[in-house]
């Protein structure tokens, strides 16, 4: 269903809206996760600053250690949509667990599936039925293959608005957080005709990789960008050392307005 060999032209998703797909470079911002309304709606607009059509935000997060923050749950949920009322910005955000599919689809415009849960089958079959665009990014230790495979079980289910999100892989390197996978990008514009984008903020790891990631992926055809922001990265919950600062929006500015979009 997501092969390219029985659907040759590239699809374009509809989040809200707001088209991520083959004629555009679509930038999505926001925090890495949602901690309170002033800092949510404070990196929604740092996000608009930067040219972001779409805001990002957790509020289930899945993290490593039990003990770092999970995220604010429904609470959290709340506080995007009020950023969204106040905003415009069609909302981003993640579902950890098949149980509470319906609950994230009821707030979100596109339900995330994060790296760690590319194989939870059933999560996968639960937001093929939601009736919301998907983003579903690449498991950090998932070959492309593996990742189309999942892409298919939301396929199956009818739902073929899915977004592949290529967010760096394991590999021995420590330098980055992840090794963003470049390649991954016309590998699977040439198997599939999913629109993919590029997670520059989770495979580097560090703010200062953020602006290089992004233009290399826009050189290699990425069909947009998914970037934290933080109006207090010092102070985040979740990831402050990757989020871009005030200072760094306009460049980010620059580069998704003149870069070309294809060398
Ligand atoms: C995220 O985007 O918030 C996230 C946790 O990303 P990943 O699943 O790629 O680690």
Known sequence: LVSRENHPERSTVRVGGVPIGPDTVTLIAGPC???TPEQTLGAARMAIAAGATLLRGGAFKPRTSPYAFQGLGEAGLRILA???????????????DAREVDL???YADMLQVGTRNMQNFALLRAVGAAGRPVMLKRGMNATI???LMAAEYIAQR????????ERGIRTFETATRNTLDISAVPVVQRLSHLPVIVDPSH???HRDLVLPLTRSAIAAGADGVIIDVHPHPEQALCDGPQALVDGDL??????MRDFPPLL
Do not use: F, K
């Not at 009020?82 to 950890?96: A, D």
């Not at 009818?158 to 999100?165: P, S």
């Not at 306009?250 to 580069?255: Q, Y």
């Open 82 to 96: 009020e950023v969204r009322e106040e905003t415009g910005l069609p909302i981003v955000t993640e579902v950890v």
């Open 104 to 106: 994230v689809a009821s």
């Open 145 to 147: 293959e593996e990742w």
């Open 250 to 255: 306009g460049e980010l500015a620059r580069v």
């Open 33 to 35: 996760a949602v901690e």
């Open 158 to 165: 009818g739902n073929l608005d899915i977004v592949l999100c």
């Open 203 to 205: 495979s580097g790891g």
